[in-house]
């Protein structure tokens, strides 16, 4: 390998390069489950924390880059084996030190020999994996409407009164206390999400006690992601489910779930999807209550990095 290497933070000028790795990864690489759409969706998250992203140049040129938030390493196909994926191991472990976690963690392809043994030739060992759901299209009519109970009322997004972005942080983040995978939902991150062209506010369901009204106790987030098909040939995303640890167990995150199908239903999706922890047994067990099936499996590997 000739010339000059580098591994800096990204800034916001390197999103043009780094969606041109995605894009030549994606065509390449053929990741299950993820689609030319989901390129905006990245690139949206990485925005607003590009310290959050380390990328990788060989003479200037942007070659690959890692956000450990996102589980996400990519390489350019044509220049893999030359040293950058080690490199981008040890900054993203720094960011990952930095910012209070005791493991980076990859999404690593199990269809790819290649990425599996550059895991285990960087310490990387098997955790977890998360799994995409699939609702059938001919089950998509058979989920009922949801029932909330009498001791909560329901609203959507509403930017005149949804807009404290620091109070929506902490409650998103108490919402999944207990979740197998830390979360990283900044009053940054969750601004320019909403904030970003194709949001939808009927797409963000949230459940609050009746007798506080204020007082939000759970919510649940949809996405269609593939609008510009028509009606009848989309699919459609269950994004989030989030409950309180002090309101689970009441049936909220069923009707949230029923809310989501209904309400992705109503836009014209056919098929919908959701993800969800292999350790999260309640929430799998409720997922192939209502008729969704496992499709594919995103594994986890994680190098301890305290």
């Excluded at 993203?92 to 990859?106: C, F, I, N, T, Y």
């Excluded at 040939?233 to 069923?254: K, Y």
């Amino acid at each position: 390998m000739t010339g000059t290497t580098e591994v800096r933070a990204a800034r916001v000028e390197d999103l043009p390069a780094i969606r041109e790795v995605m894009e030549a990864s994606l065509e390449v690489d053929r990741i299950p489950g993820f689609l030319p759409s989901d390129v905006e969706r990245a690139l949206i998250r990485i925005e607003p924390d590009p310290d959050g992203t380390v990328i990788a140049l060989q003479d200037d040129v942007v070659v690959g880059y890692c956000t450990p938030n996102h589980d996400d390493l990519t390489v350019l196909p044509d220049h893999r084996r030359r040293g950058h994926g080690r490199r981008l191991v040890e900054a993203a472990a720094d960011v990952v030190r930095q910012r209070g976690d005791e493991v980076l963690q990859l999404y690593v392809p199990p269809h790819l020999p290649e990425s599996v043994a550059f895991a285990r030739a960087t310490g990387f060992v098997h955790r977890s994996s998360l799994w995409q759901f699939q609702l059938p299209p001919d089950q998509v009519a058979t989920v009922p409407r949801p029932e909330f109970p009498e001791d909560v009322v329901v609203r959507t997004w509403d930017d005149a009164r949804d807009t404290d972005y620091d109070a929506w942080s902490a409650f998103m983040l108490d919402a999944f206390e207990g979740h197998p995978t830390p979360m990283h939902w900044t009053p940054a991150l969750i601004r320019h999400v909403h904030d970003a062209p194709g949001f939808d506010p009927g797409g963000v369901l949230l459940v609050a006690e009746a007798a506080a009204p204020e007082h939000l106790v759970a919510f649940c987030r949809i996405e269609v992601a593939d609008p510009e098909q028509p009606v009848g040939a989309r699919t459609g995303d269950v994004g989030l489910i989030g409950v309180l640890p002090s309101w689970r167990r009441r049936g909220l995150g069923r009707e949230l779930l029923r809310w989501g199908v209904t309400a992705l239903r109503e836009r014209g999706v056919r098929q919908v999807e959701l993800s969800v922890e292999a350790a999260n047994e309640r929430a799998t067990a409720l997922y192939r209550a209502h008729g969704f099936v496992p499709a594919i499996e995103w594994p986890h590997w994680v190098l301890p990095v305290s």
